[in-house]
């Protein structure tokens, strides 16, 4: 167990859709990376914030969405969704911003389905 | 920007043997970080071992060590005595060592899939 919640674990929905999902880091770290798992692109970056600010983008959609809230806890929101945005999405979580060689500790992951 | 590539889809190893996984990155940049993360079918990413790039000694964990040649920008991942709880996907991934922005997130290769028979 990382330390990281994320939830929900499975997400089915329909195409055009919008979904929310929850990620919590563990105690005490304050940055949040989120990552996309697809079968076509492998493992992307998709944005990081550090204690409630957006950081970085990565590959990610306009469509998408994320915000970090003061009690640390961060949310991805992903609307008008396509069949390819079926994936598996992961939270990670970093102590700090400015140390690299710390490891980030990733959530189990949430299965988005679109049908 | 920086890219890794496994070139590795799948690899089978027997049991109690040796198996070494290849990763090769591209970067223009001279400190990192590279790291070999393990996800088992229960799809938990789980760090394995790092290596930075300034270090010359290679890293080693318990069974696991890396072979790192920074002039070729080759990491390999070498598992010795390999056990059946071995099996999983193999992810090699780049992180730069740059402070802020998105020099932080983490670039993955596609990974291999490693097989451990009994």
């Known amino acids: 167990d990382s330390g990281v919640t994320q939830t929900p674990k499975h997400l089915i929905t329909a195409t055009g859709q919008r979904v929310t999902l929850r990620c919590s880091p563990r105690?005490?770290?304050?940055?949040v990376y989120w990552y996309q798992q697809s079968l076509d692109q492998g493992l992307q970056f998709l944005i990081q914030?550090?204690?409630?600010?957006?950081?970085a983008k990565g590959n990610i959609l306009e469509r998408f969405s994320a915000q970090q809230f003061p009690d640390l806890h961060s949310e991805l929101n992903l609307s008008s969704l396509e069949l390819g945005d079926s994936a598996l999405y992961f939270c990670?979580?970093?102590?700090?911003?400015?140390?690299?060689?710390?490891?980030?500790?990733f959530g189990p992951g949430t299965r988005l389905t679109v049908l | 920007a920086q890219t890794v590539t496994q070139s590795q889809p799948e690899m089978s190893v027997q049991e109690a043997e040796t198996v070494t996984l290849s990763c090769t990155y591209d970067?223009?940049?001279?400190?990192?970080?590279l790291f070999w993360y393990k996800q088992p079918p229960s799809r938990q990413m789980i760090l394995v071992i790092r290596?930075?790039?300034?270090?010359?000694q290679n890293a080693t964990e318990n069974r696991f060590s890396v072979n790192f040649q920074k002039a070729a920008k080759s990491f390999s991942l070498k598992i010795s005595d390999s056990q059946l709880g071995d099996a999983a996907m193999y992810f090699c991934?780049?992180?730069?060592?740059?402070?802020?922005?998105?020099?932080?997130?983490?670039?993955f290769g596609k990974g291999t899939k490693l097989s451990v028979k009994p």
């Open positions: 990670a979580s970093s102590v700090d911003l400015y140390v690299p060689r710390n490891e980030q500790f």
């Open positions: 105690s005490g770290d304050l940055s």
């Open positions: 914030y550090y204690n409630g600010e957006e950081r």
């Open positions: 970067t223009s940049e001279s400190d990192y970080y």
């Open positions: 290596q930075e790039a300034y270090k010359q």
């Open positions: 991934a780049y992180r730069s060592a740059g402070y802020g922005g998105s020099q932080g997130n983490l670039i």
